[in-house]
C-alpha cells in the first residue's frame, strides 16, 4: 500500500500488550465493572465514590504501564511522515509517552482532572486516592478529563480528527472493536473519501468484512514491527537506487 496521508485509529487493544485490559474481550475492563453503573456520567453523578473506584484502579494499571512497540511503531512512522495524527480512544496516555507528536485523545485523559459542579482545574499533583470521590474546595467532587459516556467528543479533538479521517488515503485502525460512536465513525468516513482501511486485530470488528480492506489478524506488537521492517526495507532500497 503507498499512501501520502495515513492516520491510525487505535482503541484498548494497542495496550493491551503493556498490560492494560481492554474493555469488551473476555477479561476485559466491562467483564468487572457494569458499563451502565460505571462508564455514564450519570452514574457517575449518581455515585462517584464507586465510580471512583474503578477510576482508581485504572489509574493505577496506566501507571505500571509503558508503551509496548506498537506504540512506539506508531511513533517512529511519525518521525519518518508517514503517520500524520494518532487519533486514540484510549485514556493511558501511552502514545504520547511513546514518542507520538500528533495525537488526539477522542475519549480524553487522566492527566488532570476537574471538579465536576464549579469546573475548576486540578493538576494531578499532590492528588491522594485515600477518600473518593476527591472533593472540590467547593465541595464538588472531582472528575478526570475523560468522555463519559452521555458526554460529548472534545469539540477540538472530533473536528481535527473527522478532517484527518476525510483527508487520508490510508487509515490504520488498531485494536478497537469499533462499537462505539463516533469514533466508529472516522474508518467509514475516510472509506467514503476514498481511503483504504488496514485493521490491525487478533480479532473481528464491526468493521471487517464490511469497512476494512486488510486485515492483519494479529496482536498490534507484531504487526506494526513487521510493517515498521517494511517500511525501513523499501526505503533502503530506494535510497540505494537513488
Ligand atoms: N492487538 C490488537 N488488538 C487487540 C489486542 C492486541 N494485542 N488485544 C485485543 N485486541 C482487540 C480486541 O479483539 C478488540 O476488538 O482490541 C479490541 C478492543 O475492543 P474494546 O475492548 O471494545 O475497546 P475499544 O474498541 O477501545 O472501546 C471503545 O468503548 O468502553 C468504551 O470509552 C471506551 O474508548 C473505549 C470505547
Given at each position: 500500500?503507498?499512501?501520502?496521508?495515513?492516520?491510525?485509529?487505535?482503541?484498548?487493544?494497542?495496550s493491551?500488550?503493556s498490560?492494560i485490559?481492554?474493555?469488551?474481550?473476555?477479561?476485559?475492563?466491562?467483564?468487572?465493572?457494569?458499563?451502565?453503573?460505571?462508564?455514564?456520567?450519570?452514574?457517575?453523578?449518581?455515585?462517584?465514590?464507586?465510580?471512583w473506584?474503578?477510576?482508581?484502579?485504572?489509574?493505577?494499571?496506566?501507571?505500571?504501564?509503558?508503551?509496548?512497540?506498537?506504540?512506539?511503531?506508531l511513533a517512529e512512522?511519525?518521525?519518518?511522515?508517514?503517520?500524520?495524527?494518532?487519533?486514540?480512544?484510549?485514556?493511558?496516555?501511552?502514545?504520547?509517552?511513546?514518542?507520538?507528536?500528533?495525537?488526539?485523545?477522542?475519549?480524553?485523559?487522566?492527566?488532570?482532572l476537574?471538579c465536576?459542579?464549579?469546573?475548576?482545574?486540578?493538576?494531578?499533583?499532590?492528588?491522594?486516592?485515600?477518600?473518593l470521590?476527591?472533593?472540590?474546595?467547593?465541595?464538588?467532587?472531582?472528575r478526570?478529563?475523560?468522555?463519559f459516556?452521555?458526554?460529548?467528543?472534545?469539540?477540538a479533538?472530533?473536528?481535527?480528527a473527522?478532517?484527518?479521517?476525510?483527508?487520508c488515503?490510508?487509515m490504520?485502525?488498531?485494536?478497537?472493536?469499533a462499537?462505539?460512536?463516533?469514533?466508529?465513525?472516522?474508518?467509514?468516513?475516510a472509506k467514503?473519501?476514498?481511503?483504504?482501511?488496514l485493521?490491525?486485530?487478533?480479532?473481528?470488528?464491526?468493521?471487517?468484512g464490511?469497512?476494512?480492506?486488510?486485515?492483519?489478524?494479529?496482536p498490534?506488537?507484531?504487526?506494526?514491527?513487521n510493517?515498521?521492517?517494511?517500511?525501513?526495507?523499501?526505503?533502503?532500497?530506494i535510497?540505494?537506487?537513488?
Open positions: 500500500m503507498q499512501s501520502r496521508y495515513a492516520i491510525a485509529l487505535t482503541g484498548a487493544g494497542i493491551v500488550e498490560g485490559p481492554d474493555f469488551r474481550s473476555e477479561e476485559g475492563l466491562w467483564s468487572k465493572y457494569d458499563p451502565m453503573e460505571y462508564a455514564y456520567i450519570d452514574s457517575f453523578r449518581i455515585n462517584p465514590g464507586k465510580v473506584n474503578m477510576l482508581v484502579e485504572m489509574d493505577s494499571l496506566f501507571a505500571g504501564a509503558r508503551p509496548n512497540e506498537a506504540h512506539l511503531a512512522l511519525e518521525k519518518s511522515g508517514i503517520i500524520k495524527m494518532v487519533v486514540t480512544q484510549n485514556i493511558d496516555s501511552l502514545h504520547q509517552r511513546a514518542g507520538s507528536s500528533n495525537v488526539v485523545e477522542f475519549h480524553g485523559h487522566f492527566r488532570s476537574r465536576d459542579t464549579c469546573l475548576r482545574a486540578y493538576t494531578r499533583k499532590g492528588l491522594a486516592f485515600d477518600k470521590p476527591p472533593l472540590c474546595s467547593c465541595g464538588g467532587p472531582m478526570p478529563e475523560i468522555v459516556f452521555g458526554e460529548g467528543i472534545p469539540r479533538g472530533y473536528l481535527s473527522v478532517e484527518a479521517a476525510g483527508r488515503d490510508l490504520l485502525v488498531v485494536g478497537t472493536s462499537s462505539v460512536a463516533p469514533a466508529s465513525e472516522l474508518p467509514r468516513i467514503r473519501a476514498g481511503a483504504q482501511v485493521e490491525i486485530n487478533p480479532g473481528k470488528s464491526e468493521l471487517s464490511r469497512i476494512t480492506d486488510l486485515h492483519i489478524a494479529e498490534a506488537g507484531k504487526a506494526l514491527r510493517i515498521l521492517k517494511t517500511v525501513k526495507e523499501r526505503r533502503s532500497q535510497e540505494e537506487t537513488n
